[in-house]
């Protein structure tokens, strides 16, 4: 067990650029969510898949945001012409039982 | 619709003393209740949880919770503090099966003096 991996763990970008950051999730868990973190705050439900189906969205997560889970075992969060606003920690977390287990995150900065 | 409060936003106690971090939730059925630990630029660690069962519940690094639901709380506590638990805590609460709607307080953050 290798725990949850993210992939940049920090990415720095223009506005109007887009970003794709990665997830690989712990081997065994068929769920995989993503969070957005801002300082000072707990993370953020953004969404959830469960294998390949991503069952549940959040209204935080604007058209310009896309996420995937094409063979239900890593994940793909997308960002499409990015917004200062956008910058945040955005955490991956896997499971299978009930308890989430979070990856490093990574640290998303729109300048 | 769920939620959590911390009512404490940072707290300070010194190294060997106890501790006691509040969590007060809002959820319509029986809750799922999780502590975690994030350090500076890290990911989260979960500490514990309660899913039913004995309320007192003991987790990693010598931490323990206490489900009471007639006070709608889940307090962390903490017999004697080391300076290696300085990180932010979160209390987390979910429901159902999935636990898939988790929603998570804003975090306590814990200094630790020598």
């Known amino acids: 067990d290798t725990g949850v991996s993210q992939d940049p763990r920090h990415k720095i970008t223009k506005r109007g650029q887009n970003v794709t950051f990665r997830c690989d999730p712990i081997s065994e868990h068929n769920r995989l969510y993503w969070y957005r973190q801002t300082l000072g705050q707990g993370p953020e439900f953004l969404t959830y898949?469960?294998?390949?189906?991503?069952?549940?969205k959040s209204r935080l997560l604007s058209d310009r945001f896309s996420a995937e889970r094409p063979k239900g075992s890593f994940s793909t969060l997308e960002i499409q012409r990015t917004e200062q606003g956008d910058s945040a920690m955005y955490l991956c977390a896997s499971s299978r039982m009930g308890e989430q287990y979070f990856g490093p995150g990574t640290r998303l900065t729109v300048t | 619709a769920q939620s959590v409060t911390q009512p404490d936003i940072h707290i300070t106690v010194s190294e060997g003393a106890s501790l006691e971090l509040r969590c007060n939730y809002s959820?319509?059925?029986?809750?799922?209740l999780f502590w975690y630990v994030q350090s500076p630029g890290q990911g989260l660690q979960l500490l514990l949880k309660y899913f039913s069962g004995d309320t007192l519940v003991q987790g990693i690094k010598g931490f323990e919770a206490e489900f009471k639901r007639s006070q709608s709380s889940f307090n962390l506590r903490k017999p004697s503090v080391h300076w290696s638990d300085a990180a932010e805590y979160f209390c987390?609460?979910?429901?159902?099966?999935?636990?898939?709607?988790?929603?998570f307080g804003a975090g306590t953050r814990l200094t630790v003096k020598p």
């Open positions: 959820y319509g059925a029986t809750p799922y």
């Open positions: 987390a609460v979910g429901g159902g099966g999935n636990n898939n709607d988790m929603r």
């Open positions: 898949f469960q294998n390949e189906a991503q069952l549940e």
